[in-house]
């Protein structure tokens, strides 16, 4: 599979390692075989924290993220989340999203950690679903956004799932790979009173 390095390319790479291997360190994704409420696969990671609040306590006090979004549905994409937020923590250029509902595209609550592209003080669109440049898999590795499996032309246009590039099959498995689901019955208690920091 080609890559090709964004904005910011190995430097900006080399300043996320460090903290996403922290972050995954504390977080610890485990694959579970099959079973994936989406479709039946091998198997997806899921992290075993059951709630928001601990999950919250976890990235803020033992990971070092700050909290600093906390999205509700779109008026132009009503029910992607589920009725849930989306809540984004950040440290340097590295952002964990977590969708405390999920999503129309992947139901259950998930998290994912991700390498951004932020261009200074004041910049606005930092944490557009464009501006990350990688999502990383339970091992740390880098899911570059900008791929091709040789199978598909078409570029990714929201919100179609076609990350560029990639076939839906190639999809599927890049989504499962850097998508850290939170367990069945996962409780999103307070999940509105979450302000930024």
Request: proline share 7%.
């Amino acid at each position: 599979m080609a890559t090709t390095l964004q904005r910011g390319g190995s430097s900006a790479l080399a300043s996320a390692k460090p903290v996403v291997a922290e972050i995954i360190g504390v977080l610890r994704p485990t694959w579970e075989a099959a079973g994936h409420p989406r479709r039946s696969s091998d198997g997806h990671n899921e992290i075993k924290i059951t709630s928001l609040m601990r999950l919250d306590d976890t990235l803020r006090t033992r990971c070092g993220l700050r909290r600093v979004r906390n999205d509700g549905e779109s008026p132009e994409r009503p029910g992607e989340f589920n009725g849930g937020r989306q809540l984004f923590y950040l440290r340097g250029n590295v952002l964990v999203r977590v969708k405390t509902r999920g999503t129309r595209f992947r139901p259950r609550a998930h998290v994912t950690v991700s390498m951004c592209d932020i261009r200074g003080v004041g910049d606005k669109e930092w944490h557009a679903w464009d501006r990350e440049r990688a999502k990383f898999t339970a091992n740390g590795h880098p899911e570059w956004k900008n791929v091709s499996d040789g199978g598909s032309s078409t570029p990714y246009s929201f919100p179609t799932r076609i990350i560029n590039g990639l076939t839906p099959g190639a999809q599927d498995k890049w989504a499962d790979n850097c998508h850290f689901d939170l367990p069945e019955g996962f409780d999103p208690t307070g999940e509105s009173t979450l302000l930024p920091e």
